[in-house]
């Protein structure tokens, strides 16, 4: 079994920042590509950005320019640094992962974290 536990939402004003993390454990042979997407109430889930296990990142419409991305591949673990936060930020941010638990890959979801930004 494999399981995503992120951390490090809450809420902040406009124009402050915030930093999440992601942490993959369980049984693991490799993680190909890991993201953070967001979903805000009654809207679709959306990409804010992935990076591969080399370090390529893409980054959707919503974390282009203020998030950061980054990843530390001895420890599984996924980071997004998001500043000059907008009211419009607020979602829940969920952390996903390709996990190969032996030859095939598949996407693993974690619980989700809150962040609310304030006006």
């Known amino acids: 079994q494999v399981h995503l536990v992120e951390s490090g939402g809450g809420a902040v004003q406009a124009g402050g920042s915030l930093s999440l993390s992601c942490a993959a454990s369980?049984?693991?042979?490799?993680?190909?590509?890991m993201g953070w997407y967001r979903q805000a109430p009654g809207k679709q889930r959306e990409l804010v950005a992935t990076?591969?296990?080399?370090?390529?990142?893409n980054y959707g419409d919503s974390g282009e320019g203020r998030f950061t991305i980054s990843r530390d591949n001895a420890k599984n673990t996924v980071y997004l640094q998001m500043n000059s936060l907008k009211p419009d930020d607020t979602a829940v941010y969920y952390c996903n992962a390709e996990v190969a638990q032996l030859f095939v890959f598949r996407d693993y979801w974690g619980q989700g974290t809150q962040v609310t930004v304030s006006s």
């Open positions: 990076i591969t296990s080399d370090g390529s990142t």
């Open positions: 369980g049984s693991i042979r490799s993680i190909r590509a």
